[in-house]
C-alpha cells in the first residue's frame, strides 16, 4: 500500500524544454514534501522541497508545486539539461511523534533529457 | 568533509554468510537510517536511530539488525543472507527534526549468491 506514489516510471524530455514530474500521496498526515534526484551509482541528494502551508517553492530551474485538496505535487524543471537525467524520488513527511521525521519515498521516475 | 561514509562499495556473499555494512557520519546528525534500493521498488526503509542508543524497524526489517553505540557509527548487519536481501543498500543522516536534507551515502551494492 503505497502512501507516495510515482506513476510514471520514466520520462522523456527534449533539451530547453520544461520536464513535470509528478507525485501523488495518500495520507492526509504528510506536511513536508521533498524531491531527491540521483545519479547511477551514486547516492541521491536533495533538491527542493515544500511545506505544506505553501502551494509553490522555487529554486533557480525548479519549482515544486503542492496541490493539498488532490494531494498531488509536482517538480518542474524550466529549462531541462541534459545533467538533469536521473532518478527523482518524491519524498513525504508527517509530523514526528517523539522523534525526527521519517520520510517515505515513492519509487521514481527516471528522466532522461534529449540534447 | 567527508559527510556519509558507507564500506564496502561492492560485496558478494554466499547465502547464509553474515556480513556487516558499515556507515559512518561526520555532521553530527542525530538521525540515522538505512534504506534498500531495488528496480522499481524506490527506497525502502530497514531501520533507523534517532540518537546514540535508540533504534527502530522500518518497512522491510526482517533479516537486518542495527545498533547505534555512537552519534558517528550505525552499521548494518545481515545475520544469514539470502538471495533476496541483493540490493544497493543506502545509509542517510540528518539533524532532529530536519525533515529535508537527508544526506545520503553512496551506497553499497551486495549482491547474495
Known amino acids: 500500500d503505497q502512501q507516495v506514489k510515482q506513476n510514471s516510471p520514466s520520462l522523456s524530455v527534449q533539451e530547453g524544454r520544461i520536464s513535470i514530474l509528478n507525485c501523488d500521496y495518500t495520507?492526509?498526515?504528510?506536511?513536508?514534501f521533498l524531491w531527491y534526484k540521483k545519479y547511477p551509482a551514486e547516492g541521491p541528494t536533495f533538491l527542493i522541497s515544500?511545506?505544506?502551508?505553501?502551494d509553490k517553492n522555487e529554486d533557480g530551474r525548479f519549482t515544486v508545486f503542492l496541490n493539498k485538496s488532490a494531494k498531488h505535487l509536482s517538480l518542474h524543471i524550466v529549462p531541462s539539461q541534459p545533467g538533469d537525467s536521473a532518478v527523482y524520488f518524491c519524498a513525504a513527511s508527517a509530523p514526528p511523534s517523539g522523534g525526527s521525521y521519517i520520510p517515505t519515498f515513492g519509487r521514481g521516475t527516471s528522466l532522461i533529457v534529449h540534447p | 568533509n567527508a559527510g556519509v561514509t558507507q564500506t564496502p562499495k561492492f560485496q558478494v556473499l554466499k547465502t547464509g554468510q553474515s556480513m556487516t555494512l558499515q556507515c559512518a557520519q561526520d555532521m553530527n546528525h542525530e538521525y540515522m537510517s538505512w534504506y534498500r534500493q531495488d528496480p522499481g521498488m524506490g527506497l525502502r526503509l530497514i531501520h533507523y536511530s534517532v540518537g546514540a542508543g535508540i533504534t527502530d524497524q522500518g518497512e522491510v526489517p526482517n533479516g537486518y539488525n542495527v545498533s547505534r553505540s555512537t552519534t558517528e557509527d550505525f552499521p548494518l548487519r545481515l545475520l544469514s543472507a539470502a538471495p533476496s536481501q541483493t540490493s544497493v543498500y543506502f545509509c542517510?543522516?540528518?539533524?532532529?527534526?530536519?525533515?529535508?536534507?537527508?544526506?545520503f551515502g553512496s551506497g553499497t551494492q551486495l549482491s547474495v549468491l
Open positions: 542517510a543522516s540528518s539533524s532532529h527534526y530536519a525533515a529535508e536534507k537527508l544526506f
Open positions: 495520507n492526509s498526515m504528510f506536511d513536508y
Open positions: 515544500i511545506s505544506s502551508i505553501k
